[in-house]
C-alpha cells in the first residue's frame, strides 16, 4: 500500500509488481488475489492428475485436502500474461471465500520456462503445511512436493547448474 509507505519519493513507495507493468504471475505463474487469514482455512481441490507431478500421490482429480488454502491465496488472472513457457499446468484449483466475503479462487501452477528452469507457485501459504505439520501433514501433498522438487533438481544437475528455491510471502 503506497499510502503508507514511508519513503517519500513516490517512485520508490511499495505497491504490487503489477501496477508497475510487470504482473507478478509472469514470473510465478499465479499471484496475490487476498487472503482469508480471518476464517479457518478451506479445502484444495485437486485438477490435472494425469500431470507427472501427481505421479505415485494417490491423488484424483476432483480430490479435496482440508485445511490447506488459507492466509494469501493466488490464482491466475485471466486480464494479465502467463508466464512464458514450454508447458504450463494448474494443479490445483479452489474456490474459497475471502476474508471479506467475497468468493475467489486459489491455483496452484507448475510450467517450465524456455530456459528449462522449473517454476511452481502452490497457490497458498498454507501449501507447506501439508509437509510437516502433524495436525494437516498429507501424504499426497507431500509426495507431489516431492516429485515437483526431483524434476528441479534433475534440470539443475542437466545443466550444471544450483537449484534455487525460493519462499515468497507478502
Known amino acids: 500500500n503506497a499510502g503508507v509507505d514511508p519513503n517519500p519519493d ?5 505497491i504490487t509488481w503489477r501496477d508497475v507493468g510487470r504482473p507478478e504471475q509472469t514470473l510465478i505463474g499465479v499471484q496475490y488475489t487476498t487472503d ?3 476464517i479457518p482455512t478451506q479445502p484444495l481441490h485437486v485438477t490435472n492428475t494425469t500431470h507427472w507431478a501427481y505421479e505415485g500421490s494417490g491423488l484424483a ?5 482440508t485445511r490447506i488454502v488459507g492466509f494469501e491465496v493466488d490464482r491466475l ?4 500474461a502467463k508466464p512464458i513457457s514450454t508447458s504450463y499446468t494448474l494443479l ?3 474456490p474459497f471465500t475471502a476474508s471479506s466475503g467475497a468468493p475467489d479462487i486459489s491455483q496452484a501452477a507448475l510450467y ?3 530456459s528449462g528452469a522449473w517454476v511452481f507457485g502452490s497457490g497458498t501459504l498454507a501449501w507447506s503445511w501439508s509437509l510437516s505439520r502433524p495436525a494437516i501433514q498429507n501424504a499426497g501433498l507431500q509426495r507431489v512436493t516431492r516429485n515437483i522438487l526431483a524434476r528441479f533438481q534433475a534440470a539443475a ?5 544450483k537449484i534455487y528455491l525460493a519462499v515468497v510471502t507478502r
Open 10 to 14: 513516490p517512485a520508490g513507495k511499495t
Open 112 to 114: 517450465q520456462a524456455p
Open 157 to 161: 544437475d542437466l545443466r550444471k547448474r
Open 92 to 94: 490445483a484449483s479452489s
Open 36 to 38: 482469508n487469514a480471518a
Open 61 to 65: 482429480s476432483g480430490a479435496t485436502i
Open 77 to 80: 488472472f485471466a486480464n494479465y
